[in-house]
């Protein structure tokens, strides 16, 4: 069976400073895709950024890039030059082809000013 | 937002009462999911379906039935609601891209008394 583990339920970072969140998954399989969600104190779940497994390079969309670490199952989330937006829950999640997707916990993040 | 609607937006209800959730898409997708979420447990699936009358269960189905009779609509029933499945409700579709991405509702928060 999948699983997503977040090994952080809660973390903090002084606004415009960087954070990671970390994400470690375990599965057999080969070709896969993994997220990461936001979620804001408005509950609506935003897609912040995807990778799929058979990319080499690190998906990149603006302020927020992965780590992504095959072999060692990782996919964990920078956000640099933190802003006060940016504070939320943040759900890696990991998905086999056409299956359906699986979350991890969570990590809540706070932005300190 | 994928043009994903959810219906109510927040219910209380008493214990024992029948209570359906709604929701709505404007994009004609094939893959619909329900989810609930609690506080230390992230999301997890309850029922999917991959179709009009295609319907099958996740991970925290029991308690739960659903029903699609047409491609817009996929509605969850609670046949008798207990204090346990107060919660969040999210809705989500799924794009047929190669990443094949969910994308969520506005949830709805349900509280049974």
């Known amino acids: 069976a999948q699983t997503v583990t977040q090994s952080q339920p809660e973390m903090s970072v002084q606004e415009a400073e960087t954070v990671t969140l970390s994400c470690t998954y375990d599965?057999?399989?080969?070709?896969?895709?993994l997220f990461w969600y936001k979620q804001p104190p408005s509950r609506q779940m935003i897609l912040v950024i995807r990778?799929?497994?058979?990319?080499?390079q690190n998906a990149t969309e603006n302020r927020f890039s992965v780590n992504f670490q095959k072999a060692a199952k990782s996919f964990s989330l920078k956000i640099s030059d933190s802003q006060l937006g940016d504070a939320a829950m943040y759900f890696c999640?990991?998905?086999?082809?056409?299956?359906?997707?699986?979350f991890g916990k969570g990590t809540r993040l706070h932005i300190l000013p | 937002d994928a043009g994903i609607t959810q219906s109510p937006r927040h219910k209380v209800t008493e214990t024992g009462t029948p209570v359906t959730l709604r929701c709505h898409q404007t994009?004609?997708?094939?893959?619909m999911y329900w989810y609930r979420q609690d506080p230390g447990h992230g999301l997890r699936l309850i029922h999917y379906?991959?179709?009009?009358?295609?319907?099958d269960k996740g991970e925290v189905s029991d308690g739960y039935s659903v029903s699609r009779s047409k491609t817009e609509d996929f509605l969850l029933t609670l046949e008798s609601a207990t204090s346990s499945q107060t919660s969040v409700y999210f809705c989500?579709?799924?794009?047929?891209?190669?990443?094949?991405?969910?994308?969520f509702g506005p949830g709805t928060r349900l509280t049974v008394l």
């Open positions: 379906s991959y179709g009009v009358k295609d319907t």
């Open positions: 599965t057999s399989e080969s070709d896969y895709y």
């Open positions: 994009e004609n997708h094939r893959y």
């Open positions: 989500a579709i799924r794009y047929s891209n190669i990443y094949n991405e969910q994308f």
């Open positions: 990778q799929e497994a058979y990319k080499q």
């Open positions: 999640a990991f998905q086999i082809r056409d299956d359906k997707i699986i």
